[in-house]
């Protein structure tokens, strides 16, 4: 079988790879690049826990081809702590505790990032919203979106 | 599978047209990736359309909008126009998914999927929205929407043939339009129920033109005849929303499943299809 040659830019860097055609961006990353943050979960779009951000949207990398990504600019949550500095949102995460196994969270921080950039200012029901395509299987919701609530009002200086 | 990604139109019919086996479209992929994993589908050819210029585009046209068939629904919800336009429109395919498959998911996609519980459809069939098919002969004919799902998961497409845009008409003075589903929980799901409702009020707020369509509860959307017919020439009392509520849950079709027994979605139905009149009709009040 012929292989597709894929040439994308992974949080900021230029990413090459070779895949099957039905391969998916989040097979891709985790197989390929050796890129494990992005989880799978469901592998049908239902839980968010392989979100990444494709061409600035936020996205299922397990509803993308990785042939789809030639060209395109992927950014993981291995991207998201800055050079020896945690993003805020992970901070947050880790004070309130904001995680029990872990699986989903990846996923989280990636939604709840790309929800921070739009909206600096979300209230809870916009919060809950926005994440409802991230499955917590352990539940652990109230913490999560009080750590998002918590690390808007941070950022916004409050 | 092979996989391509034409730079043109013409180049993606040819495409799907020369392919001796199955050939899907590929534009959003929420519906398209689920099922090529799940082995539901297994394509000789995907055809990826999102390179064709244009194609992610919203741009007006003769008072209203044309929507590309790869502009996301997180794009459609960001454009003020159609948002002004056809808030009815924008609300449905808002319902569509997560955040995240929103950021993929199109409207020409869940049109094509051709689920009956499509949120999407409903809500551009009462808005009188027509889809541009692009053949593999260059040529270009226009459909109403409801012509082009004729029942669950098939359409009316030829061979070759593949949706390219939606067109949005202008929204007359003093309408307005909204959709509402039912779904056992309050995001994610898919609609038990879902009923789309576009009005025109006239000079003195007696509704001059409607059409009223229910999702999920038949083969394919179903437009209500009665039910418009009972709110035209009224000024959306109770007495006649009762009767366009009467008349929804005749019309429906539904079946029996786990999500709802036919009696409860007839019922849902016509509710449904009361609430979104009269939300049509106060956006279209507001709309002068």
Redesign the interface.
């Given at each position: 079988m012929s292989l597709?040659h894929v040439t994308t830019t992974v949080n900021g860097d230029r990413a090459e790879f070779l895949c099957d055609?039905?391969e998916?961006l989040l097979d891709a990353l985790r197989d390929r690049l050796g890129l494990t943050g992005s989880k799978e979960g469901c592998?049908?779009?239902?839980c968010?826990a392989c979100?990444v951000m494709?061409d600035g949207?936020?996205?299922?990398a397990?509803?993308?081809?990785a042939?789809?990504a030639?060209g395109r600019k992927v950014e993981t949550i291995e991207g998201m702590a800055g050079t020896g500095e945690l993003h805020p949102l992970q901070t947050k995460f880790l004070e309130l505790g904001a995680l029990q196994c872990g699986v989903c969270t990846p996923g989280f921080l990636v939604?709840a990032k790309?929800?921070l950039e739009e909206n600096p200012d979300p209230d809870e029901t916009e919060v809950r919203?926005?994440?409802?395509?991230?499955l917590c299987r352990c539940t652990g919701y109230d913490k999560i979106i009080r750590a998002v609530l918590e690390t808007a009002a941070d950022l916004r200086g409050q | 599978?092979?996989?391509e990604?034409p730079r043109t139109l013409g180049d993606a019919t040819g495409m799907l047209a020369s392919c001796q086996g199955v050939a899907r479209v590929?534009a959003g992929?929420?519906d398209l990736?689920?099922a090529?994993?799940?082995g539901f589908v297994e394509p000789e050819l995907?055809v990826?359309i999102?390179r064709i210029p244009g194609m992610a585009e919203i741009v007006a046209e003769d008072g209203g909008w044309r929507v590309g068939a790869a502009v996301?629904g997180?794009a459609l919800g960001r454009h003020d126009g159609v948002c002004r336009a056809w808030p009815g429109v924008v609300e449905a395919v808002e319902l569509i998914?997560?955040?995240?498959?929103q950021?993929?998911a199109t409207m020409v996609g869940n049109l094509c999927n051709a689920s009956p519980a499509a949120d999407s459809v409903p809500a551009m069939m009462a808005a009188g929205a027509l889809a541009r098919i692009a053949g593999p002969d260059g040529k270009e004919r226009d459909v109403p929407v409801g012509d082009v799902a004729t029942g669950p998961g098939v359409t009316s497409l030829a061979p070759g043939e593949l949706v390219a845009s939606i067109f949005l008409p202008e929204a007359p003075a003093r309408s307005g339009d909204a959709y509402l589903r039912l779904i056992p929980r309050?995001?994610?799901d898919i609609a038990v129920v879902g009923a789309a409702v576009s009005l025109t009020l006239d000079d003195g707020g007696c509704c001059a033109a409607a059409k009223v369509v229910l999702g999920a509860v038949g083969p394919r959307a179903l437009v209500v005849e009665d039910g418009a017919a009972a709110i035209i020439g009224t000024t959306l009392d109770d007495d006649s929303l009762a009767a366009l509520e009467a008349a929804a849950s005749a019309a429906a079709r539904p079946i029996d499943d786990k999500r709802g027994t036919v009696p409860y979605r007839r019922k849902v139905a016509g509710v449904l299809a009361r609430r979104a009149a009269r939300i049509a009709g106060t956006r279209a009040g507001e709309n002068r």
């Open positions: 597709q055609t039905m998916t592998a049908s779009g239902d968010g979100s494709f949207r936020l996205v299922c397990c509803l993308v081809l042939a789809e030639d939604a790309a929800l919203y926005w994440l409802a395509g991230n | 599978m092979r996989y990604a590929l992929g929420t990736l689920v090529l994993r799940s995907v990826d999102k996301p997180a998914g997560s955040t995240q498959i950021g993929r309050t995001e994610m």
